[in-house]
């Protein structure tokens, strides 16, 4: 089955510092999405995007499907954007499951 | 849109006891989802309903597991016989017309 990787594991900023998160997947897919997962284990959706760039507020992302990889972009970091990313992908065909990476611990200090 | 809603949030059994977790997805949702996710993992997929129909089951959904969807709209999933292993978030999403999948709050399952 298709198997994601995020990175880097562990992530701690300064507010106001900008990051890059990635995402590899090793076969083809055809859904993509970022989560951020609040404290109380929420999972919020951040993007929808199996190809392609899209923007939220200081949030962006990119998926190179081609190339098997998406970045997540937080710019101007926020004590608020600490938590767990999550990317999942889902399978090309009917397939409609997701396979979800590690994800990424991030802190903000202030 | 009210979101996706699970119930109950948190659950507390001994070990041996059953347990039925409600989830209510988007009312304009035919697709309904379970995963489960243990502490540090990302979430694992366990089933998957379009309508009443359940058309995938993950391996790691022993027979202890059952989900249900009769009428294509609330879904419940029954754990028999719990053991401690069975302790996680149990989450539930729905999606419609796109693949985008939107996730409840999740029951937290704690297994004495």
């Known amino acids: 089955g298709i198997q994601v990787e995020q990175s880097p594991p562990d992530l701690i900023l300064q507010e106001g510092a900008n990051s890059t998160l990635r995402c590899n997947f090793s076969?083809?897919?055809?859904?993509l999405q970022w989560f951020h997962q609040n404290p109380w284990g929420q999972l919020i959706n951040l993007f929808y995007?199996?190809?392609?760039?899209k923007q939220n507020g200081r949030l962006s992302a990119t998926t190179v499907a081609t190339e098997r990889y998406s970045l997540l972009y937080i710019s101007s970091s926020q004590t608020t954007d600490s938590g767990v990313y999550f990317c999942?992908?889902?399978?090309?065909?009917?397939?409609?499951?997701?396979?979800w990476g590690l994800g990424t611990s991030l802190a903000v200090n202030p | 849109d009210t979101g996706v809603s699970q119930n109950p949030r948190h659950k507390i059994t001994k070990r041996g006891q059953n347990v039925t977790f409600r989830c209510d997805p988007i009312?304009?949702?035919?697709?309904l989802y379970w995963y489960r996710q243990t502490l540090g993992q990302g979430p694992e997929f366990l089933t998957y309903?379009?309508?009443?129909?359940?058309?995938?089951k993950s391996r790691l959904l022993s027979d202890r597991f059952s989900a249900e969807r009769p009428k294509g709209s609330f879904s419940t999933l029954e754990i028999q016989r719990t053991e401690q292993g069975d302790s996680a978030m149990y989450l539930c999403?729905?999606?419609?017309?796109?693949?985008?999948?939107?996730f409840g709050p999740g029951t937290r399952l704690t297994v004495l």
């Open positions: 999403a729905s999606s419609f017309p796109l693949l985008e999948q939107f």
């Open positions: 009312s304009e949702h035919n697709r």
């Open positions: 309903f379009q309508n009443e129909a359940q058309l995938e």
């Open positions: 076969d083809s897919v055809n859904n």
């Open positions: 995007i199996p190809s392609g760039t």
């Open positions: 999942a992908v889902g399978g090309a065909g009917n397939n409609r499951k997701l396979i």
